[in-house]
C-alpha cells in the first residue's frame, strides 16, 4: 500500500489537479490525466515512427538484420502490455475499494509519461 501512495505523489501535476477531490471524482481525474498522457504518448509515437521508417529507408546494409521501425513497434507492442499489467499489479493492495482506480491510472500516467520520453529520445537520436 506504501508503494502505491508513493505513485500518487509521484505525479505532480496530475495531483494539483485531482488530489483534493473527494474519492469517485478523483477516479475520474486521474483516468482523465491518463488519457492525456495516452494522448501525448500517441502523439510522439507517429513522430518517432516516422522518423523511424525514414532511417529504415537510408539504411545502406542488406544484412537481415530487423530494422529500426519494426523493432520499435514490437517493443511497443510489448510496453503497452508491460505497462498495463505492472499498473494492475500495483494497484492489488487496493482491488475491488474505491482507490484502486486511481493507483491503476496514476501508474499509468508515470509510465507512460516516461515512454513519451523515451519515444522522444528515440526519435532525435541520430541512427
Not at 14 to 23: H, I, K, R, S
Not at 73 to 94: K, M, N, P, T
Amino acid at each position: 500500500m506504501i508503494a502505491a501512495l508513493l505513485l500518487l505523489a509521484g505525479t505532480p501535476a496530475a495531483e494539483e489537479n485531482c488530489g483534493d477531490l473527494p474519492q469517485q471524482p478523483m477516479n475520474a481525474c486521474f483516468y482523465q490525466e491518463f488519457r492525456r498522457a495516452d494522448a501525448e504518448l500517441n502523439a510522439q509515437w507517429k513522430v518517432t515512427s516516422a522518423a523511424l521508417k525514414a532511417a529504415d529507408r537510408e539504411l545502406d546494409r542488406d544484412d537481415r538484420q530487423p530494422r529500426y521501425f519494426p523493432t520499435a513497434l514490437a517493443a511497443q507492442r510489448a510496453w503497452v502490455i508491460y505497462r498495463d499489467q505492472h499498473c494492475l499489479g500495483q494497484s492489488f493492495d487496493a482491488r475491488g475499494g474505491t482507490l484502486q482506480p486511481t493507483l491503476d491510472s496514476t501508474c499509468k500516467i508515470s509510465l507512460t509519461k516516461a515512454r513519451t520520453a523515451e519515444l522522444k529520445d528515440l526519435a532525435d537520436r541520430e541512427p
